[in-house]
């Protein structure tokens, strides 16, 4: 400010002191009147120039000015690079905040006071089909048109979450959302979806699950229920209480099959994957499988009719490592199902083959009843059968194949399953290189062949 006044007196002085010389008084007073007008014109142009600047700081360069003007240009650039800073920080901060939504697993749709889309990250895009660029500033109501969406949306009770279908949903393939929103700021809504797809069908898989086993334990309890009425009401001789009490067991077996089998998924379903501590020979799950399916063979088949014919190659010299309990399980399932499903005078081949990567194959082949292709995928599901009643009948409970599959996935192994209808069909577990060891020499085994390698 010192020099601002020094800097105007001097100029009236100076054209005064000028004026005084050439002119005397008048001439003085003409000069520093003349002094102040070139003053103020100086002063105008710098003042213009900051202006100028200061209008489009980005544009140009700030002017390079002294004195009052040059601390103003001084102080409003320092002001302007500190609103900069700020306003990059606060860039910085919602990119950083836009980037944790965007990488959020639900769908996120911020809505202005009006209902458009002010921004939404990728997973609500695909919820809902929207274009996270082009979609921006449509209403939401205009792009989202299903009926349970629209009544939600528009509707005043917002305190809780609705399912919907998915933008992809197809009947062969469903799709479930459960948005919901919430409000903030001013007029302002936040749109969270969330994919519950695989929790609804976990839920479907439960109730089917509930519904099955009380199915399955109601039958037989209800066949009791009658025969314990029979029993109880009627005078009846020995030979037929006889007869009733072996219904009554058979009953009684079947429930405790099917709960022996739920045990089994269900300690299959909560135990850590088997270790590699524990290893057993081929040819004594051989053994055990031969045993139990020459006897189920001979238990079922009546005595008149011709025996089937169950035919058991000897193992190649390998151990198997895993939960032998579970192993033995899975493959005598697979060995009873083709004994009980194979007819009278039909052919049962039970073999092993060392593959050439190491994996070992347990196969069943028989000469059944086959199975049509469309069942094929779906024979592993619990409860699910193709013939419901030669499965009762020779006591099956639905889950043998599941818990087989089961097995053969918690050992890294997988379960192949190929059939033929009225030609037979082909079951084996496959167990992975890892868990397989070659013995010193082959364990024999009494009425055993030897296995061909490479079938
Ligand atoms: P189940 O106790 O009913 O045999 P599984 O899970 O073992 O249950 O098998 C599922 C279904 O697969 C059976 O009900 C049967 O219809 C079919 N199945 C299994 N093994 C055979 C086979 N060897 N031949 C024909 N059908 C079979």
């Known amino acids: 400010m010192f020099w601002r006044i020094a800097t105007f007196v001097f100029s009236q002085l100076t054209a005064g002191a000028i004026g005084w010389t050439l002119a005397g008084l008048g001439g003085a007073l003409l000069g520093a009147f003349l002094g102040s007008l070139v003053w103020f014109v100086a002063d105008l142009v710098r003042g213009t120039r900051f202006i100028r600047w200061l209008r489009d700081p980005e544009a140009r360069p700030a002017p390079t000015l002294h004195g009052l003007w040059g601390e103003a240009a001084d102080r409003s650039r320092r002001l302007l690079r500190a609103r900069e800073q700020l306003v990059a920080e606060s860039e910085r901060r919602l990119q950083a905040f836009l980037a944790a939504l965007q990488a959020s697993p639900n769908g996120v749709t911020l809505l202005d006071g ?57 009947p062969g393939r469903p799709v479930q959302l459960s948005v919901q929103l919430h409000p903030y700021g001013e007029g302002r809504r936040l749109l969270l979806s969330r ?46 209480r006889e007869r009733y009490l072996a219904l009554m067991a058979v009953q009684a077996d079947r429930m405790q099959s099917l709960v022996s089998d739920l045990l089994t998924l269900s300690r299959l379903e909560g135990s850590p994957p088997p270790g590699f501590s524990e290893w057993i020979p081929a040819s004594v799950l051989n053994a055990q ?66 593959l050439p990567d190491g994996r070992v194959m347990f196969s069943v082949i028989d000469t059944g009843p086959g199975i049509a292709p469309e069942h094929l995928p779906r024979l592993s599901e619990r409860f699910y059968r193709v013939d419901r009643s030669r499965s009762r009948e020779s006591g099956g409970t639905g889950l043998g194949l599941a818990i087989a599959k089961h097995v053969a996935q918690r050992h890294g192994g997988e379960l192949r399953i190929a059939s033929t209808l009225g030609q037979g069909s082909r079951f084996a577990v496959v167990f992975p290189a890892s868990r397989v060891r070659m013995l010193a020499a082959p364990t024999p085994v009494a009425g055993s062949t030897p296995a061909t390698a490479g079938r």
């Open 289 to 354: 499988c031969e045993e139990e399916g020459r006897a189920l063979s001979a238990v079922l088949l009546p005595p008149t009719a011709p025996p089937q014919v169950l035919r058991f190659q000897a193992p190649p010299a390998v151990a198997l490592a895993g939960a032998v309990n579970e192993i033995r399980s899975a493959l005598s399932n697979l060995v009873s199902n083709a004994v009980r499903y194979t007819p009278a005078g039909g052919q049962i081949d039970v073999g092993w083959q060392l």
């Open 195 to 240: 994919d519950v797809t695989a929790l609804a069908q976990a839920e479907a898989m439960r109730r089917d699950f509930v519904a099955n086993v009380s199915h399955e334990i109601r039958t037989p309890l209800t066949v009791l229920g009658g025969f314990v009425e029979t029993l109880q009401s009627l005078q009846l001789d020995e030979a037929e």
């Open 114 to 170: 009006q209902g458009r889309i002010e921004w939404c990250n990728q997973t609500a895009a695909g919820h809902f089909g929207f274009d996270p660029q082009r979609d921006l500033q449509q209403q939401i109501g205009n792009l989202v048109r299903d009926p349970v969406f629209a009544a939600y949306y528009t509707g005043n009770d917002h305190g809780h979450e609705v399912i919907m279908p998915g933008r992809d949903s197809s």
